[in-house]
């Protein structure tokens, strides 16, 4: 917990600096990330936001009004943060294994896994790879409600990032019942997010990347598979250049349809930028993770245009 802290400790006073002295600072490399958002999104109904990860400086974004304001529940975009709780307790470790039972039902949902059927047991790594909604509600209630909501607020939800004006915070509530419990571990009850706080949090994640011990390897290893051979593998990108990240597929509060989400970051091991994409009624994760294709493709792009210059310039 406390390496967890120092890591985002600096990232924290970040939070203050005014969008208008960022979009001051805009660099030619972000003009085309900004290009790739724009074209990317262009005709979908939501947002997309990139960040730089050592300043948290907004490199480009789409409809940011949306990504301020636009509360949501996240879907199994919180997975990663249900792991990060269950691994920074101890309740959970590389060794904990369990089937995937298929078929799952909490307060009248179907959430039953449509990941690739398995005859093994799921590991942590795989169990976020496969978005295992079997394995995450057997696992969450090894934590208490208390526990739960504790570490999810911790990590920013229900927080003003101030990276926009007329923000609007999101909400943990404290389960009261195992099956709220389960529902909020896998984010389907009792949390809301706006796009711009889950992209702070997942920027977290990457400054935690980049200085964590053994305990959470679980975690970055099972995001980066996630894109691997997972559910999110429509985002990497068509280039050498591994990534990490999560998809969601959450139920709307205003009909019968869902938000998909992908969240991630680039590149897999010491990133440097982080990547949200929310789309209203989208048909599943996949859906957002296929946009952050495109993104994380530009990125890519810009990296590979530096290292040649810079072998020009030898």
């Not at 924290?12 to 003009?31: C, H, N």
């Not at 990276?163 to 009792?190: D, F, I």
């Not at 929310?278 to 993770?289: K, N, S, T, V």
Request: proline share 5%.
């Amino acid at each position: 917990m406390l390496r967890r802290n120092r890591a985002v400790a600096g990232f924290l006073l970040t939070f203050a600096i005014p969008l208008v002295a960022m979009s001051a600072t805009a660099q030619p490399d972000d003009a085309k990330l900004q290009s790739a958002v724009t074209r990317t999104m262009a005709g979908k109904r939501g947002t997309a936001v990139v960040l730089d990860v050592s300043s948290g400086r907004i490199l480009a974004a789409y409809h940011l009004e949306v990504a301020a304001r636009r509360l949501a529940r996240p879907g199994s975009s919180i997975k990663p943060f249900t792991l990060l709780a269950l691994l920074e307790s101890g309740k959970v470790n590389t060794q904990t294994t369990l089937m995937c039972k298929r078929t799952v039902s909490l307060g009248g949902r179907n959430l039953n896994c449509s990941h690739p059927a398995t005859a093994q047991p799921l590991d942590p790594v795989a169990a976020l790879a496969y978005s295992c909604n079997s394995w995450f509600t057997a696992v969450a209630l090894r934590l208490t409600p208390a526990q739960l909501r504790d570490s999810l607020v911790r990590d920013g939800f229900s927080g003003l990032t101030s990276l926009a004006p007329k923000e609007a915070a999101g909400s943990v509530a404290l389960a009261h019942s195992t099956e709220e419990l389960q529902l909020q571990a896998v984010g389907e009850w009792g949390i809301t997010v706006t796009p711009l706080e889950l992209v702070e949090a997942y920027r977290r994640l990457a400054l935690l990347e980049r200085s964590h011990d053994g305990k959470l390897d679980p975690l970055f290893e099972g995001l980066q598979q996630s894109v691997a051979y997972g559910m999110g593998n429509a985002a990497q990108p068509s280039a050498e250049m591994r990534v990490a990240g999560k998809t969601g597929t959450a139920p709307s509060d205003e009909g019968a349809w869902t938000h998909a989400w992908f969240a991630g970051y680039a590149p897999a091991v010491n990133p440097e930028i982080v990547l949200v994409v929310f789309l209203e009624r989208g048909h599943g994760g996949g859906d957002a993770a296929a946009a952050a294709h495109e993104i994380f493709g530009a990125f890519a792009e810009t990296q590979r245009s530096k290292l040649r210059a810079a072998g020009a310039a030898r």
